[in-house]
Structure formats: structure tokens, C-alpha cells
């Protein structure tokens, strides 16, 4: 079996602390010796990417960045971070454009600026054939994930695909996202006893999934609450199988893939 993290932020200081044996190196080993064989790495703002980029140039085949500006990163400065960004696009080599997307739940101080930052990464996206990873995280009675595909939709941009990743919607928006020929990340909320995606995955194929952890966030059971890292996505993987009522192994080769797919 093969796995592929399609969503690590594994540059967080988090891994490198003492505490966890073996710092960064160890975090990936333990990670190889679950058959992750590849972690895909979405950026946050200009402060993440030196990290980013030293974990790729360290480790190419296993460590693949993407470039993005995170919703949660939105703010006065961002014609300087998106500068930032597009500037990198243009010197080095990137599987996907993200993080990007819309976020309600923490502050809407900045969300017309993340709608602008939004629109012109889809753009960058739709330029360089790259495909996007969305961040959609609903609050303040605002539905992110139907605001971010009404604006996909109303764009209507040429080769734009990619992943909703830590997707937690309903099954009708799965439906909707995956009729607009998107996937699915899938991570640990799933394991969660109200996490809600036993309404989803039963109804959906697997086709349209691929598997993340959002690592060092969002662990899933039994290390909710705990620093979460990519040697987990077993886990996921075995509650994505009990869900859809198939093996592991097939989750396994049709999510990785799903994965593969997108480069």
C-alpha cells in the first residue's frame, strides 16, 4: 500500500521541537514506515515559505510544496504577500496553488480582501494549469464553501481542479463538489463521533476523495487533541474503508490515485 498526505503543514515549528523524537526527520520516517511515501505541503504567507521550501529542496520526492495565500493570512499586506507569492510561482516549482480560499469563522475584518486574494490565485491556477488547494471554513452565519463555489462558478475559468480540503459539508455540497470536478480532502474529522462525514462518505464514490491530514492540526481518534502528523493517515484511511465498505487496501490505491491525478 501507498498513501499520499495531500495536506501537511509540516514546516510548523511543532516538528521540530525536542520533545518529539527525532524532530522533522523522525515525524517523516514515522510517516514512511506507515506507507506515506509523499506529503504535499500548502504555504501560508511569506513568513512559511523559507521552511517550506528547505523540506523540499531536502527531501524532492517526498516533500512537495504548493504556493498560496491562506484566507486566515488576509490582510492590509496583502498586495505585498500576493507579490510575494506570484514571485515564487515564477522562479520554482509548485504541484498546486494554495492554500487558498475563504475563511468566516475567525475574523471578517479582512473578507473582502480574501475574496480578492481568492480571485487572483484561481487566476494564477488557471494560468499554469496547476490545481488549487481550498480552504472554505464557515462562521458568522456565512456558508464558505457555497461562497467559494459560486465564485469558481461565476469565474468560470479555463483548467481550474483541485481538492476542498478538509472538507466537512453536507452531501448535497459534496455533490456540488464534485460535479464541478473537485475532490475531496478527507482527514481526521472523520473520526470524529460527530464530525458528520458518516452522512457523506456512504453516498459518494471514492473516486472523488483524497486523504490529508492537516498536520499539526485536527488529529484524528485515538490523538485528538494531540499534534497531528502524517503517520496517521492510516487511521483515516481505515475509517474512510469502514464508512464506504471497502478494504483499506482499496482506499489506499484509489485516493493515492485520485492524488496522483492531479499532477
Known sequence: MIFIDTHAHIYDKQFG???YTGGTEGMLQN???????????????????????ALASRFPDRCLPMMGLHPTYVNETMEMELTVAESQLNK??????GEIGLDFYWDMTHVD???EAFRIQLEWA?????????????????????????????????????????????LDEAQRAIEMGFLLGIGGVSTFKNG????????????????????????????RGKRNEPAYIPLVAARVAELMGVSVETVAQQTTANAQGLL
Open 92 to 97: 520554482h516549482k509548485f504541484i498546486a496553488v
Open 113 to 115: 480582501r480574501q475574496f
Open 31 to 53: 510517516a514512511l514506515s506507515q506507507q506515506v511515501e509523499q506529503v504535499w505541503m500548502p504555504n501560508c504567507d511569506s513568513e512559511t515559505i523559507p521552511g517550506m521550501m
Open 17 to 19: 521541537l525536542e520533545r
Open 196 to 223: 458528520g462525514l458518516d452522512k457523506v462518505l456512504p453516498h459518494i464514490d471514492l473516486r472523488h476523495i483524497v486523504l490529508e491530514t492537516d498536520s499539526p492540526y485536527l488529529a484524528p481518534i485515538p490523538h
Open 126 to 170: 488557471s494560468q499554469r494549469n496547476l490545481f488549487v488547494s481550498m480552504h472554505t471554513r464557515s462562521g458568522h452565519d456565512r456558508n464558505a464553501f457555497a461562497e467559494a463555489a459560486d465564485l469558481i462558478e461565476t469565474l468560470s475559468l479555463p483548467n481550474v481542479k483541485g481538492i476542498f480540503h478538509c472538507f466537512v459539508g453536507t
